[in-house]
């Protein structure tokens, strides 16, 4: 299938407005489960639903603006539904969304999708055929969407390369509990996820 043939088959997803979004970080946070990352590739168009996300706030020592604005992590400054997109470990790129105003260091990790579209695309980009290790954590979801730097500091919330749009879908009752694969101010409830959903990242007994 080509691109001419696989855009008819797409949905028109339209961009969250900012002012949809709350002015709080852990509020951002929640908000943002069972709303939907939407990416345009050359190939199609790939998008998945949030079912996990985790909340760094003011004051958080775990969070990239504690320390201040450095040229790294600048768009985590810009206002509220920007992309603030890291290379974590060397390894793995994260997908974040600055969450107050312009000026203040606080985002919202996207952690783990539910693939909706573009599926083969999404296996092509892991390399890996299980639907639902595709987008099960921060780095697979960047994988599988294809984000890197070049996506750091577009404006999520406007239709482009990458946007967060929203639909009818409810995502029912919605977990909480402290983030992963974190050392500092590790005991705050700022991790949010769909409770019962196969797709959420990390282990078990912390998903009940």
Not at 97 to 124: D, F, K, N, W, Y
Not at 158 to 179: S, T, V, Y
Not at 186 to 205: E, H, T, W
Request: glycine content about 12%.
């Amino acid at each position: 299938m080509g691109r001419a043939d696989a855009v008819s088959d797409e949905q028109d997803h339209q961009p969250l407005a900012r002012a949809e979004l709350p002015d709080d970080t852990a509020a951002l946070a929640r908000f943002l489960i069972g709303k939907l990352v939407v990416r345009d590739l050359p190939e199609g168009m790939v998008s998945g639903r949030i079912v996990e996300t985790e909340a760094y706030v003011v004051g958080d020592a775990a969070g990239h603006g504690f320390r201040g604005m450095t040229p790294r992590n600048r768009s985590l400054f810009l206002e509220a539904g920007h992309a603030y997109v890291y290379l974590a470990y060397g390894t793995s790129m994260m997908l974040n969304v600055s969450s107050q105003t312009q000026g203040i260091g606080t985002g919202v990790l996207i952690r783990a999708l539910e693939p909706l579209e573009g599926i083969a695309i999404m296996r092509r980009n892991r390399g890996v055929e299980r639907l639902r290790d595709l987008a099960r954590g921060p780095g697979r979801l960047a994988a599988a969407l294809r984000i890197d730097r070049s996506l750091d500091g577009i404006d999520l919330c406007r239709k482009g390369p990458l946007w967060l749009a929203g639909d009818d879908f409810e995502p029912g009752e919605i977990g909480q509990g402290i983030r992963i694969g974190i050392s500092k101010d590790a005991d705050r409830p700022l991790r949010f996820y769909v409770r019962g959903s196969p797709f959420v990242s990390g282990p078990r007994s912390l998903n009940r």
